[in-house]
């Protein structure tokens, strides 16, 4: 097998095997800012998503009690002020 061939088979196998799937959105998830973040989303963590996403929209917004002392707040926090950036 000559090289060319060999490179040419490493670039088509590289490009079909990165092909990115459509997430599907299912109905009665959770949309903040027309962004789904899912289904089955506690309410902490859905406020922390809210509250993240103003803080990356410009507006600081967070509940320290709520981020020092609730995992799920922070989490959600963290996941909205990362995927509303620039929205």
Same mark, same amino acid.
């Given at each position: 097998?000559? /090289? %060319?061939?060999l490179f040419i088979?490493?670039? =088509?196998? #590289?490009?079909?095997g990165c092909k990115q799937e459509? &997430?599907? &959105?299912?109905?009665?998830?959770? /949309? /903040?800012? %027309? #962004?789904? =973040?899912?289904?089955?989303?506690? %309410?902490? #963590?859905?406020q922390? #998503? %809210?509250d993240g996403c103003k803080t990356a929209q410009g507006e600081y917004t967070k509940s320290h009690t709520l981020f020092n002392e609730n995992k799920n707040y922070q989490k959600g926090w963290f996941i909205g002020r990362s995927r509303c950036i620039n929205q």
């Open positions: 097998m000559t /090289y %060319k061939k088979m490493i670039i =088509f196998l #590289i490009f079909n459509p &997430v599907s &959105v299912k109905e009665g998830g959770f /949309y /903040y800012h %027309k #962004i789904y =973040f899912g289904k089955n989303i506690q %309410k902490e #963590i859905k922390g #998503i %809210k």
